[in-house]
């Protein structure tokens, strides 16, 4: 039985917009174990995004307590939260959140910053993520100068170059297509079977088939809470990459003979 | 994060926008700047002022003749004849113990002549403490000792203009120019007192009283067509030594207590104070419409970093999500405009140092550069710095880390 990383209980958040008391979450219960994989569905104001910034230390429940590896995380100070946030998550966005003009290993660098991890040992642990990642040759590269893809790529470096357990994603296949997002997910699920936790924020179900278990929010609640086999991202990357192979292949012979007609 | 680091991400940061670095970085460059050429050129100004009035000696009274009335039109001072050689020689006698030396001096602008040139200068005849009063000393030769002061001889001081212009760069002693068709021999070369009062000091010849009056005025007169210098024994005696000799003119002259009196008495010490406290205001007023335009240079680098954070509220928001506490974030902008100030006030310093410059030639100052001045212009720009960087570091240190990341520029 592996251990619990993340405890919730009772959580609850309010806001006040306007006059209104906006019940972003209503008494959520949750225990996530450690090298899980995990996937937070709903809607849009299900309270998904709320659920995340909780778990992601950049917000504190109103009420009801969380802890992160037996932790308790509520009614810390913003500078203790942003010292849970550097050593426990990764975070990884759907816009990417890259600095621009920034170079990737620049960017890769810079939770080290705030660890105090010394130059030499920054850039060495940083061009150890850019690798994990497969970007060993691209660290001078600005995000402007990269793909969607790679500039992913580069996020995910940055989570987890600080070594922090739970990697957390929000929708991170969002802006990229199809081929990109298996590629995407092929790396997050590896760095599954290494051990982190993974933690995916998601309304498309699509993505949620790469977690182990699936737990549903409607309305500030968790309605559903599965286990699932998830799909492996790597062999639907081989498929695709396959049938594309053949498809230009036919494609190519196709123009072949149109030029001989002509 | 150690500083060293955050020093380095702060250039970097600054490095990425460089025309809006080096237009914010404008405002404190020209602030320091403006400051440092004011406070020097002030004090550079001040100064000349202070070397022409010293250099017509310290601790002097001028007397001259009254003012000469016509029909209620005035001549000015020394047109009216009636300082008397008899009043000199009262003068002289020690019965004002306040006095120390009495140089009777009458003067003439006329033509002089060498072998190879001729010049138009101005001639005083006076006695030897006329040298020891003015504190002037010969470069070359000697000045008049008592003997030669009293005597009628026919030897001339030249003033270095006067050597320049007739002797160009042989030595003068020793040589013969004319005065009037006169013949003189230079006996002395006076050094360089450079601009006074009345213009260059060094444009003069001085010879005897004596010989003058014999050679210019055609013989002895009653009266003393000049000035009479009287030196005081110690500062701080003007006052004093005015009423005394005052006194003793009227008492000579015969005047009631109803007539004016027939004689001047000039300080030019107190002349040249009020001329120095005038500078000073000027200068200090300079001196603070140069802190305003700092000031408004400061007011500069807060408005950018302002816009900065705004600008840049993403990423804060990402080093918030990456583990940044708000210290961090908050050291990063103020370091960022320290580093800003601090690099415009250096450039201050060089374009004051420069402007300083250039106005102490221009005007022909003495160069000042003043060492305090600067250390505490670049400290101020450092606080400026600081300063005006305080309220954005702390609007970008207070900033929501959600709000942030989801912000959309």
């Known amino acids: ?3 619990t990383l993340i405890e919730m209980r009772g959580i609850q958040r309010t806001y006040v917009m ?9 008494g959520v219960d949750l225990d996530i174990d450690a090298g899980s994989s995990i996937a937070i569905m709903g809607t849009s104001g299900s309270g998904k995004s709320t659920m995340m910034n909780i778990m992601g230390c950049l917000d ?5 307590t969380y802890k992160i590896n037996g932790k308790n995380v509520s009614g810390m100070s913003k500078s203790e939260l942003a010292n849970i946030r550097g050593r426990m998550i990764g975070f990884v966005f759907q816009s990417f959140n890259l600095l621009s003009r920034t170079s990737a290993l620049e960017n890769v660098e810079m939770p080290l910053l705030y660890q105090g991890v010394s130059s030499r040992d920054r850039h060495k642990r940083a061009m150890a993520a850019l690798a994990a990642v497969g970007l060993q040759d691209r660290e001078d590269h600005h995000s402007s100068q990269l793909s969607g893809g790679q500039q992913q790529r580069v996020a995910i470096a940055r989570a987890l170059v600080g070594d922090a357990p739970i990697i957390m994603a929000d929708e991170p296949t969002g802006a990229l297509d199809t081929r990109t997002s298996y590629e995407v997910m ?3 699920q590896g760095l599954v079977a290494k051990g982190k936790t993974l933690i995916i924020v998601t309304h498309e179900a699509d993505i949620a088939a790469y977690a182990s278990r699936v737990i549903t929010l409607r309305d500030g609640l968790i309605v559903e809470d599965r ?8 062999a639907a990357l081989a498929k695709v990459t396959a049938e594309r192979e053949v498809a230009d292949l036919a494609l190519a012979e196709k123009n072949k003979r149109a030029e001989k007609a002509s | 994060m150690n500083i060293f680091t955050t020093f380095k991400l702060a250039i970097r940061a600054l490095w990425r926008n460089k025309v809006r670095t080096l237009l914010t970085m404008l405002g404190i460059v020209f602030g320091i700047g403006a400051v440092i050429a004011m406070v020097a050129g002030g004090q550079g100004a001040q100064a000349s002022v202070k070397e022409v009035f010293d250099s017509l000696g310290t601790n002097v009274l001028v007397l001259s003749g009254g003012a000469q009335r016509t029909a209620g039109a005035s001549g000015g001072a020394g047109s009216r004849q009636s300082l008397t050689w008899e009043d000199v020689k009262a003068l002289e006698s020690g019965e004002i113990s306040s006095i120390k030396w009495v140089a009777p001096t009458m003067s003439t602008r006329t033509q002089a002549a060498s072998e190879e040139a001729n010049w138009n200068t101005s001639v005083t005849g006076t006695t030897s403490v006329w040298f020891k009063i003015r504190n002037w000393e010969a470069s070359r030769g000697a000045t008049f000792d008592e003997d030669t002061g009293n005597s009628t001889a026919k030897i001339a001081v030249i003033g270095q203009t006067v050597a320049t212009q007739l ?6 002693i020793g040589q013969t120019l004319r005065i009037n068709g006169q013949p003189f021999e230079v006996t002395g070369v006076l050094v360089t007192k450079g601009q006074g009062p ?3 000091n060094d444009d003069t010849i001085i010879i005897p009283l004596k010989t003058y009056q014999q050679k210019m005025e055609k013989g002895l007169a009653k009266y003393l067509k000049g000035e009479v210098l009287l030196s005081m024994v110690e500062e701080g005696q003007a006052q004093r030594t005015i009423a005394q000799v005052t006194a003793l003119l009227r008492d000579r002259h015969k005047l009631d207590g109803a007539d004016e009196d027939d004689f001047r008495i000039r300080n030019p010490a107190e002349f040249a104070q009020a001329q120095k406290d005038s500078t000073e205001r000027i200068a200090t007023l300079l001196a603070i419409v140069a802190a305003v335009s700092l000031l408004i240079g400061g007011i500069g680098v807060m408005n950018i970093m302002l816009v900065s954070v705004i600008e840049r509220t993403r990423e804060i928001g990402i080093r918030m999500a990456v583990g940044a506490k708000p210290i961090d974030v908050m050291t990063q902008f103020l370091v960022e405009s320290l580093v800003l100030a601090s690099v415009g006030g250096l450039l201050g310093l060089a374009l004051g140092y420069g402007a300083a410059q250039y106005m102490a030639g221009y005007f022909g100052w003495k160069f000042f550069f003043p060492m305090e001045t600067a250390g505490i212009a670049f400290g101020v720009a450092g606080g400026v710095g600081v300063g005006f960087g305080l309220y954005p570091a702390i609007r970008a240190a207070q900033l929501d880390p959600i709000t942030a990341l989801r912000y959309e520029s």
């Open chain 1, 227 to 234: 286990q699932q086999t998830p799909i492996d991202a790597a």
């Open chain 2, 167 to 172: 002797f160009a760069n042989t030595n003068p």
């Open chain 1, 186 to 188: 092929g790396i997050l």
């Open chain 2, 198 to 200: 009345r213009g260059d």
């Open chain 1, 60 to 64: 504190q429940p109103t009420k009801g």
């Open chain 1, 1 to 3: 039985m592996p251990p």
């Open chain 1, 18 to 26: 306007g006059d209104n008391l906006v019940h972003a979450l209503r």
